[in-house]
């Protein structure tokens, strides 16, 4: 084991840099490493990619990586690129052609990393080649998304344990940030992990102090907040309308701020993070489109202005905070109101039955799609230009889509940007032959081959037409036109850039009346969303234990350890020092209702920023009974201007 060790010690850091592995993750990568199956659960910021790089480097062969997430897989094949390691990707908008090429190159050997969808694993095109890749692994990131109990389940993934037929001697590594015991056993069924080795990081973070203010004012107490915590940060909205507005705000106040969400183009997205990653910009405002995969360490504080749908996904967006290891902050700015937008939000998450037919065949029409229609196509898809088409609610349609995806029938990406690629179909003779016919397309070959060399006969290079026009001395309009030209002539397979949201059927096109969907699945997802945003509303809502603790045991930790950050804990100390502690927060009482007249409680704790403890409930019950403070016929607190 020892040399097993050095090993992989010595890969992670001539690849990667790093000169120790974290505790949990050498454990994991040792057992990948020899062969065994293995679940790690392992929180946000807990090095999961590593997992499967250093063994699947390691070992001889190809590693299979299966993801969820578009963006996700790019910026993976790009950051192994980055390192000299020869990593390739399958998603939506690539040509037959394009993966063709790519199978084949996973096959010939050199390629260590294969990233693709789940959706990709039940195609004849991937199954063919896929028996006669010399594999070494199969990771399954974001395995949650196998098992109906989880927050987001996807069919597809369903496919897995089919394709381990085909190599079954090579073990499965499946990796997850967040799952409940239920959710960690389902993985293992569904994957079919034999005797599997479980790796399970405690979901406590000793350095993020977890807070909750029930305040009307948002804006405000997030200023406050910023300008009492310095440092980078990240402020969660909803919608993308919000990420404008309160980056607005905070720019006309004078804090470094920008906004960020999946309805940017490529560039301004990237441009956006770079700025943010590299320190020029303190405050990213943001939709949940952003942050998986960025690893920025020093992060001191995410804001939350909005509840999100669970407890899951709150865990994972507050954990990118303080992933250095130094103290750091997560706020949860709520209110009653929210609790009830977010009840009644996940209410309609799961549409009626004819509602998702209605959406369905919406989408037939508006591609022009026949039934019968091929798999895997993938079309320029604007939600709102559609909704607008046939009349059909946002917000309603959003979620019928989304159902339709874990029905497996077609797959959304709404932050969707692939470069333009390109490769020669034709052998270096019959080229030449091209150049001597079409003489205007002579310089355009010529700068194809000088830029980018031989390999453009066998793979496809990502090319700027920008650059390749200024190197010729061509405009960039007239580049392209000259690649749309070879294109037409089977000379080069040329795939211009796309970079607005895409669409993509999952399976044939079916009769929207005998649409093949899952009731029972659907109506028990129904059932999970909304007890899932109840207890997203009940860790928000809750006043009895520390914040720490509530999540471990949502996610079955089992502890009785308090973690002594959390807004519950801080309280409980302040406890422990009643006589001072009780008098200043009577004062306190006293001030605010001298201020505000009669209040109910539940105002009256909103305007004091305090939890309703039992000590808090304790002492306004003393200054009733010593006459300081009444209540009206209404159960509403008020000064006793008599005493």
């Given amino acids: 084991m020892a040399e097993v060790t050095d090993q992989l010690l010595s890969l992670l850091k001539e690849v990667f840099g790093w000169k120790e592995f974290r505790p949990v993750q050498k454990q994991v990568v040792e057992k990948v490493f020899l062969g065994v199956d293995t679940l790690a659960i392992l929180p946000t910021g807990g090095g999961k990619s590593l997992c499967y790089q250093v063994p699947g480097l390691a070992k001889e062969g190809i590693c299979l990586v299966i993801s969820p997430l578009v963006a996700l897989m790019k910026d993976q094949v790009d950051y192994l690129k980055a390192r000299g390691v020869k990593a390739v990707s399958l998603h939506a908008g690539m040509s037959v052609r394009e993966i063709d090429t790519v199978l084949d190159n996973c096959i010939r050997g050199g390629v260590k990393f294969l990233y693709l969808s789940p959706e990709r694993l039940k195609t004849e095109l991937f199954v063919e080649r896929f028996k006669q890749m010399n594999l070494n692994l199969i990771a399954v990131d974001e395995a949650h998304c196998i098992s109906q109990w989880g927050y987001d389940f996807r069919p597809a993934y369903l496919e897995i344990a089919t394709i381990r037929s085909y190599h079954p001697k090579v073990n499965v590594l499946a990796l997850t940030a967040s799952a409940t015991p239920e959710v960690a056993q389902d993985i293992c069924e569904k994957l079919q992990l034999k005797q599997p080795a479980k790796f399970h990081q405690s979901f406590a973070r000793k350095n993020l102090s977890y807070s909750i203010r029930l305040v009307e004012n948002k804006l405000e107490k997030g200023l406050e907040i910023l300008r009492r915590i310095p440092g980078s940060a990240i402020w969660y909205v909803r919608t993308r309308h919000a990420t404008q507005q309160v980056a607005k705000q905070l720019q006309q106040l004078g804090f470094s701020a920008t906004a960020y969400h999946a309805g940017l183009s490529a560039l301004d997205r990237s441009t956006k993070q770079e700025a943010w990653k590299t320190n020029q910009v303190r405050i990213i405002v943001s939709t949940n489109a952003f942050g998986m995969g960025i690893d920025k360490p020093d992060v001191r504080v995410v804001i939350h202005s909005d509840l999100p749908e669970n407890l899951e996904n709150y865990y994972q967006e507050a954990g990118r905070a303080g992933r250095d290891g130094q103290k750091a902050y997560a706020v949860l700015l709520t209110n009653g109101q929210d609790f009830e937008q977010l009840l009644d939000r996940a209410a309609l998450v799961y549409p009626p039955i004819e509602f998702l037919r209605r959406v369905y065949q919406c989408l037939a029409n508006y591609f022009q799609l026949a039934i019968g229609t091929q798999s895997l196509r993938s079309y320029d898809f604007e939600l709102s230009d559609f909704c607008t088409t046939y009349q059909l609610p946002v917000l309603d349609t959003f979620y019928a889509l989304k159902v339709l995806e874990e029905e497996g029938l077609l797959?959304?990406?709404?932050?969707?940007?692939?470069?333009?690629?390109?490769?020669?179909?034709?052998?270096?003779?019959?080229?030449?032959?091209?150049?001597?016919?079409?003489?205007?397309?002579?310089?355009?070959?010529?700068?194809?081959?000088?830029?980018?060399?031989?390999?453009?006969?066998?793979?496809?290079?990502?090319?700027?037409?920008?650059?390749?026009?200024?190197?010729?001395?061509?405009?960039?309009?007239?580049?392209?036109?000259?690649?749309?030209?070879?294109?037409?002539?089977?000379?080069?397979?040329?795939?211009?850039?796309?970079?607005?949201?895409?669409?993509?059927?999952?399976?044939?096109?079916?009769?929207?009346?005998?649409?093949?969907?899952?009731?029972?699945?659907?109506?028990?997802?129904?059932?999970?969303?909304?007890?899932?945003?109840?207890?997203?509303?009940?860790?928000?809502?809750?006043?009895?234990?520390?914040?720490?603790?509530?999540?471990?045991?949502?996610?079955?930790?089992?502890?009785?350890?308090?973690?002594?950050?959390?807004?519950?804990?801080?309280?409980?100390?302040?406890?422990?020092?009643?006589?001072?502690?009780?008098?200043?927060?009577?004062?306190?009482?006293?001030?605010?209702?001298?201020?505000?007249?009669?209040?109910?409680?539940?105002?009256?704790?909103?305007?004091?920023?305090?939890?309703?403890?039992?000590?808090?409930?304790?002492?306004?019950?003393?200054?009733?009974?010593?006459?300081?403070?009444?209540?009206?016929?209404?159960?509403?607190?008020?000064?006793?201007?008599?005493?």
Avoid at 444 to 466: M, P
Avoid at 524 to 535: E, I, M, V, Y
Avoid at 608 to 622: D, E, F, G, I, V
């Fill in 411 to 643: 797959a959304l990406n709404e932050s969707f940007f692939a470069p333009s690629r390109a490769r020669f179909l034709v052998n270096p003779q019959l080229l030449y032959e091209v150049q001597i016919q079409h003489a205007k397309l002579e310089p355009v070959i010529k700068i194809l081959l000088r830029t980018y060399g031989g390999n453009l006969f066998s793979e496809y290079f990502t090319i700027q037409e920008a650059k390749l026009a200024k190197s010729a001395g061509f405009s960039e309009a007239e580049m392209i036109k000259a690649l749309i030209q070879l294109a037409k002539m089977d000379v080069l397979d040329y795939e211009p850039r796309k970079d607005r949201p895409q669409l993509t059927f999952l399976a044939e096109r079916h009769d929207a009346a005998t649409l093949p969907l899952n009731f029972k699945r659907i109506a028990l997802r129904r059932d999970l969303t909304l007890h899932k945003a109840t207890q997203m509303v009940a860790y928000a809502h809750q006043t009895r234990i520390c914040r720490t603790q509530f999540i471990q045991m949502y996610f079955g930790e089992s502890t009785d350890e308090n973690c002594g950050a959390c807004d519950f804990c801080v309280e409980q100390k302040k406890a422990n020092q009643p006589l001072e502690t009780e008098s200043k927060f009577k004062e306190l009482v006293l001030q605010t209702l001298a201020g505000n007249g009669s209040l109910s409680e539940e105002e009256l704790f909103e305007l004091l920023q305090k939890p309703a403890s039992a000590p808090h409930l304790k002492c306004l019950r003393q200054l009733v009974e010593e006459g300081k403070v009444e209540t009206n016929e209404g159960g509403k607190y008020k000064l006793n201007l008599d005493a």
